[in-house]
Structure formats: C-alpha cells, structure tokens
C-alpha cells in the first residue's frame, strides 16, 4: 500500500491506513490539518499503517505539537511494531501519548 488514507469516525478517532515515509508525510499532514479544527480530544489509531519510517514518528511529533497549540488532548493507539521500535530507540515513547 502506497497511499495514505485519513478516516475519521466523526468522534475524534482518525484511522491513518496505509505507508507513511519521506514521500508522503508532509502531505498527510497538510490533509490531517481539519482534524485539528474544532475538537477537544483527539485520538489517532494506526492499526492500518503497514510500513513507516522515522518520517512517520516525525508526523506524529508534529501532530503532538499542533495539538499542543491549539489546546487538544491528543493521543495515539495501535501503533506497528516498526514506529514503537524508532520511538523507543529515539526516546521518543517517553514523550508521545502512546496508548
């Protein structure tokens, strides 16, 4: 799977199907921005994600902070093994509201 496809279940949980890299994060998280208009407490499952590199974590961190800004609760659940490996060998675990 090579696209990327935000769902939202319309009560704050985002489904992210697909692979996340260098070449498509910047343009999720340009599509990701509606999520972050309006609702208090947002939780991104990643289940779906079948590939991600550090550019993934990197996405995540940047969802972190735009949640940070504007006063959402944020968090993050089901990870794949592959983005928990980066986040612990970054630190990055301790930092992230992983669920």
Same mark, same amino acid.
């Given at each position: 799977?090579?696209?990327?496809?935000?769902?939202?279940?319309?009560?704050?949980?985002?489904?992210?199907?697909?692979?996340?890299?260098?070449?498509?994060?910047? $343009?999720?998280? =340009?599509?990701?921005?509606?999520?972050? @208009?309006?609702?208090? !407490?947002?939780?991104? %499952?990643?289940?779906?994600?079948?590939?991600?590199?550090?550019?993934?974590?990197?996405?995540?961190?940047?969802?972190?902070?735009?949640?940070?800004?504007?006063?959402?609760?944020? $968090?993050?659940? =089901?990870?794949?093994?592959?983005?928990? @490996?980066?986040?612990? !060998?970054?630190?990055? %675990?301790?930092?992230?509201?992983?669920?």
């Amino acid at each position: 799977m090579s696209a990327v496809e935000l769902k939202s279940s319309g009560s704050g949980v985002v489904s992210v199907i697909g692979t996340l890299s260098f070449k498509n994060v910047t $343009s999720v998280f =340009n599509e990701s921005m509606m999520f972050f @208009d309006g609702k208090l !407490v947002l939780k991104f %499952d990643l289940q779906a994600v079948d590939k991600s590199d550090s550019a993934g974590l990197a996405l995540l961190v940047e969802w972190l902070s735009l949640a940070t800004e504007n006063d959402q609760q944020i $968090s993050f659940v =089901n990870l794949p093994g592959q983005m928990l @490996d980066i986040a612990h !060998v970054s630190g990055l %675990d301790k930092v992230l509201p992983i669920v």
